[in-house]
Structure formats: structure tokens, C-alpha cells
């Protein structure tokens, strides 16, 4: 007759006592990484959400800034040819000294051509000022969006740090991770109160 010996090794109990753990005996530590992962992720969320919007105002400024440049450019080359059509009106008026009534045309488009000079000039700088503005914004939320990116890598580092401490129980890595965690929310808090 066999009688068989059962040698429960280091491994088998603690598979058994995390069993028992499991029907009302939940470790508190492991459920207290598990509700601050469950927090930092959510946190984190909302951070690479913010980071992504503050990146796409950046880049619709940005653009607005480029379509605006256009504009200009157009405006003071609509400048120049004016410029010229008077240049080449007041040049028609001293070579037509002789016939007084060439004269009083040329003279009457150089006077029309400086008249529209003037709105047109005005334009293109209003479309300049208006270039310096969106560049301004887009740069503005350009720096906030690399303010939300650092602060959603923090988060996610802390929340890998929280997963190596629930597997080693190392105290000082969930101090770590607390302290990136804080340093999360802060620059967090530095890109949502930043101008």
C-alpha cells in the first residue's frame, strides 16, 4: 500500500492564502495601488487630453498665421502695383508737359492711384498685426501643451512605479511614486493656471 506525502512548498501557500485573501480577506496594501493606479490613470487621462487640445489650438494659430502672411504679401505686392501705375502716371504727367489735357489725366491717375494706396497699405498691416497675434497664440499653447506632456509622463511614470511597488512591496518605491505623482499634479496645475 502507498501512502503518499503532500509537501506544500513556500509557493503553494502563498497561492492558498492569496485564494482565502480573495473571499473577504483583501490584502489592503494591494487595494490601496490598485485605487491609486485606478486614480493616477485618470488623472493622467485628463492631462494627454488637455495636452492634445492644446496642441491642436496651437497648430489651428499656426495656421491661421500662415493663411494671414498670404494675405499680406498679396496686399503690399496690390500695394506695389499701385505704386508703380503712380510712379508711371507721374512720369506720363512730366513727358506730357506740352498737352495740357494728357497732363490733367495722368495727373487725375496719379491723385486716384495714391488714393488707393492708402486702404491697401492699411490692410496689409492689419493682416501683419494679425499674423504677430496668432503666432503669439500658437506659441503660447504651444509651450502649455509641452507643460501638459510633462506632466501626463510623470503621471504615467508613477503609475509604472505604483505596479513595481504592488509587485515588490518596496515602501520606498510608493514613496517615489507619490512624489512624481506630486510633481504631476503640479506642472499639471502650472499648464492649466498658465497664461
Known amino acids: 500500500m502507498s501512502e503518499e506525502y503532500e509537501v506544500h512548498g513556500p509557493h503553494d501557500h502563498a497561492v492558498e492564502h492569496a485564494g482565502h485573501g480573495a473571499h473577504g480577506d483583501a490584502d489592503p496594501f494591494a487595494s ?100 504677430a497675434q496668432d503666432d503669439a497664440r500658437s506659441e503660447a499653447l504651444m509651450h502649455g501643451h509641452h507643460r501638459w506632456a510633462q506632466a501626463t509622463t510623470a503621471i504615467q511614470i508613477s503609475i509604472a512605479l505604483t505596479a513595481i511597488t504592488l509587485l515588490t512591496r518596496r515602501r520606498w518605491l510608493l514613496y517615489a511614486s507619490i512624489g512624481i505623482a506630486v510633481t504631476g499634479a503640479v506642472m499639471g496645475a502650472l499648464a492649466f493656471f498658465a497664461p
Do not use: H
Not at 54 to 77: G, H, P
Open 32 to 131: 490601496r495601488m490598485a485605487v491609486m493606479t485606478a486614480i493616477l490613470a485618470s488623472i493622467g487621462a485628463i492631462f494627454a487630453y488637455q495636452s492634445g487640445t492644446s496642441e491642436n489650438l496651437a497648430l489651428y494659430y499656426k495656421n491661421e498665421a500662415a493663411i494671414r502672411k498670404t494675405e499680406a504679401a498679396n496686399q503690399w505686392a496690390y500695394y506695389q502695383a499701385k505704386g508703380e501705375k503712380e510712379n508711371l502716371a507721374e512720369l506720363g504727367e512730366a513727358l506730357s508737359a506740352s498737352n495740357p489735357e494728357a497732363r490733367s489725366r495722368f495727373a487725375a491717375d496719379v491723385d486716384k492711384y495714391r488714393q488707393q494706396k492708402e486702404p491697401i497699405r492699411a490692410n496689409a498691416e492689419a493682416l501683419e498685426k494679425a499674423v
